[in-house]
T-cell receptor, first 114, second 114 residues
Framework: KQEVTQIPAALSVPEGENLVLNCSFTDSAIYNLQWFRQDPGKGLTSLLLIQSSQREQTSGRLNASLDKSSGRSTLYIAASQPGDSATYLCAVYAGGTSYGKLTFGQGTILTVHP | GAGVSQTPSNKVTEKGKYVELRCDPISGHTALYWYRQSLGQGPEFLIYFQGTGAADDSGLPNDRFFAVRPEGSVSTLKIQRTERGDSAVYLC????????????FGSGTRLTVV
């Protein structure tokens, strides 16, 4: 059974810092991996999707890397801003008969203070 | 509509009661997913619909949980004889068939069983 773990569980940083969120998964046979953002009382917003054949994806100040063989992904946030405060979730998709079912980590709660 | 709509946004019910949670997916999205998110955890898969049929209901925790999608659009998640452990945020997501990563999540229904 696939298990996804995110470290740290919570992170508090001053504005302007670069930071890294970590995600690990136990079964390397994945089709893709996604990073989501969740604001309080809101649904999930997809930030980056990395296919299993890719090593990284970038969007603005966000960069996600994937090392499928070691079962790890990192989300790098450059020059953090208070508006980045949210819960960040990673999720893996196994493909095949998984029919789009995602397995999520428990999330990292990020607080960026001015 | 422009996004996935879930109603109600909040539901408080007494232990033992029956509840229904509704999800309106994006028009034209044939795939629909229900997830459950407990406090401090990532979402956990419950059930996946492709059109009107449940293609994968392996995440439903027990036979008190049931979901329908009679016309291939709106879906209702039904919980009988609610228990305090059912308290969670229930999230719905939709996507076009085969569009892996093209999920749109609703804001969720926060269910509290007292």
């Amino acid at each position: 059974k696939q298990e996804v773990t995110q470290i740290p569980a919570a992170l508090s940083v001053p504005e302007g810092e670069n930071l890294v969120l970590n995600c690990s998964f136990t079964d390397s046979a994945i089709y893709n991996l996604q990073w989501f953002r969740q604001d309080p009382g809101k649904g999930l917003t997809s930030l980056l999707l990395i296919q299993s054949s890719q090593r990284e994806q970038t969007s603005g100040r966000l960069n996600a890397s994937l090392d499928k063989s070691s079962g790890r992904s990192t989300l790098y946030i450059a020059a953090s801003q208070p508006g980045d405060s949210a819960t960040y979730l990673c999720a893996v998709y196994a493909g095949g008969t998984s029919y789009g079912k995602l397995t999520f980590g428990q999330g990292t709660i990020l607080t960026v203070h001015p | 509509g422009a996004g996935v709509s879930q109603t109600p946004s909040n539901k408080v019910t007494e232990k033992g009661k029956y509840v229904e949670l509704r999800c309106d997916p994006i028009s034209g999205h044939t795939a629909l997913y229900w997830y459950r998110q407990s406090l401090g955890q990532g979402p956990e898969f419950l059930i996946y619909f492709q059109g009107t049929g449940a293609a994968d209901d392996s995440g439903l925790p027990n036979d008190r949980f049931f979901a329908v999608r009679p016309e291939g659009s709106v879906s209702t998640l039904k919980i009988q004889r609610t228990e305090r452990g059912d308290s969670a945020v229930y999230l719905c997501a939709s996507s076009r068939t085969g569009e892996m990563g093209g999920y749109t999540f609703g804001s969720g229904t926060r269910l509290t069983v007292v």
